[in-house]
């Protein structure tokens, strides 16, 4: 105890004497500013609707400054659909601390947009921790999207619309309505150590869908859904996508692309160092043909992927139509140019592990393969069937060389044509 005061003394000492030089020291402390959505009528009994008091929660939030937080206690809530937004004119940060288990409604009447809850308009939030639960299971069988081009899209799990550095931490997604993440607009994107989980027959349960956005990194997440684990629309440029164990789903797909007159390039993308499992496909590229506009997707890299049993690992896919019968005519008008394929290994559940169904309007520009190592899962070799493109094979490919494809490419029917 002694020694312990006496130790106190000497910092003090050592402090008097030096901190007062010291300029940082003269810098006030950041403040924090916590919230408690226990102290705005919020429930937290699984049964009352919890959306008043989290909106409460968020009002004080956004108009507070400086480091602000929000803690949700451990706890089941009952939330309508909800939008959190800003701007938040004083606030550098906006950190969520999520302990609880957050189910959403199930009254579909009560949704007015896509989302079930949506960030917007808001810079430096920051979603950790906690389970958002969907309760998609009840309204699955209301999706028509899975069956036809013209449908009402079921509501969006988390969605982000004009954010700009938004971190997304330790969050796990359960049994979404539709997709369990959407991103638009977003500049300055982190997403990591994310469980998206939803059974492999669930209708249109895009586990990351991302759109317009600039600046993304989504890592060391693991995706377990109906459809594509992750989804890249148009207008997207500088992304990076590692270390993701995707499967069962669709694989990792860019578009589908082509189908809108709005439609933006997609340039700079990279994906890499991830396990793909028990899909459909692994590695894909779609567009529709007859395209209102031409656009651009180019230097995008596919790197170091390691397929299992995935029934097309590598595919692009520019005659894409979901549906039997698409009635196009034009080729697509998306023009595809340095893609790079290199160190994808594993086992293909088709014998034709590569397929590259290029425009013949715009063939393919600059398409590489390097490092392929595919097996069909039988171990005997595997083929490439390509159109409207020459390939680079470096010398260890696997499949060597491309063949002319027989039939065109049957896309996975229970796509969504997005
Ligand atoms: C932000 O801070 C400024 C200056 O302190 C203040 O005038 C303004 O009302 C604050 N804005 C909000 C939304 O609280
Ligand atoms: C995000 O950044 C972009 C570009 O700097 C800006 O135009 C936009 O208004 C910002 N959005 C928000 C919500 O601050
Ligand atoms: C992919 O699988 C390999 C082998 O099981 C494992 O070592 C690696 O950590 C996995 N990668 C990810 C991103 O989980
Ligand atoms: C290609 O994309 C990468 C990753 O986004 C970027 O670093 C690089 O500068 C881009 N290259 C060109 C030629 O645009
Ligand atoms: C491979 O996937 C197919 C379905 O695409 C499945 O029927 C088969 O059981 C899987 N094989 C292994 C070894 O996992
Ligand atoms: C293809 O690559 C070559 C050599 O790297 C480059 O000169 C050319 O501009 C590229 N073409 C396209 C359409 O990207
Ligand atoms: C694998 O299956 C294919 C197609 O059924 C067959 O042609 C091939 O001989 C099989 N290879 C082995 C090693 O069993």
Redesign the pocket.
């Known amino acids: 105890m002694a020694q312990a005061c006496s130790l106190k003394v000497l910092a003090l000492l050592v402090c008097v004497s030096f901190c007062s030089f010291n300029e940082a020291a003269r810098v006030p402390p950041e403040v924090t500013n916590n919230f408690n959505v226990g102290s705005y009528g919020v429930k937290a009994d699984g049964e009352n609707d919890d959306t008043d008091g989290f909106l409460k929660t968020w009002e004080a939030a956004c108009k507070s400054s400086s480091t602000v937080k929000i803690l949700i206690p451990p706890g089941n809530y009952k939330l309508g659909p909800i939008t959190f937004s800003g701007p938040c004119p004083n606030v550098t940060t906006l950190t969520i601390v999520n302990k609880g288990t957050i189910k959403a409604s199930t009254d579909l009447s009560k949704y007015k947009s896509d989302a079930w809850i949506i960030f917007s308009k808001v810079t430096g939030v920051r979603l950790d921790g906690g389970t958002f639960d969907g309760q998609g299971v009840a309204t699955w069988s209301q999706n028509s999207c899975s069956k036809k081009k013209k449908c009402q899209a079921l509501p969006v799990s988390v969605k982000f619309i004009n954010t700009n550095d938004t971190v997304v931490k330790r969050i796990k997604s359960v049994n979404p309505k539709f997709f369990h993440m959407a991103v638009i607009r977003c500049q300055k994107f982190r997403a990591s150590g994310l469980t998206l989980d939803a059974p492999e027959d669930s209708p249109n349960t895009d586990g990351i869908h991302i759109e317009k956005s600039t600046d993304v990194k989504i890592a060391d997440t693991a995706i377990r859904t109906g459809d594509d684990c992750i989804s890249i629309g148009h207008g997207n440029s500088d992304m990076v996508i590692a270390r993701i164990n995707c499967g069962p789903g669709h694989g990792i797909s860019i578009g589908s692309l082509g189908k809108y007159d709005y439609e933006k390039d997609v340039k700079g993308l990279v994906i890499r160092d991830s396990n793909i499992t028990g899909t459909s496909n692994g590695v894909r590229i779609k567009t529709w043909e007859d395209s209102p506009v031409s656009t651009v997707v180019a230097n995008i890299t596919f790197q170091n992927i390691q397929m299992t049993n995935v029934s097309n690992p590598i595919i692009i896919d520019q005659m894409y139509c979901p549906w039997k019968n698409c009635g196009t005519k034009d080729p697509s008008k998306v023009k595809l140019s340095d893609i790079r394929f290199s160190g994808i290994k594993g086992t293909s559940a088709t014998?034709v592990a590569v397929t590259l169904i290029c425009s013949k309007g715009y063939p393919c520009q600059n398409v590489s393969l390097k490092d392929v190592q595919l097996k069909?899962i039988?171990?005997?070799d595997t083929t490439a069937v390509c159109s409207n493109v020459k390939p680079s094979f470096a010398a260890t490919a696997l499949p060597k060389t491309c063949t002319a494809p027989i039939a065109t490419v049957s896309s996975a029917a229970e796509d969504l044509g997005i």
Do not use: L
Request: aromatic share 20%; no cysteine.
């Open positions: 014998p069909y039988n171990g005997s």
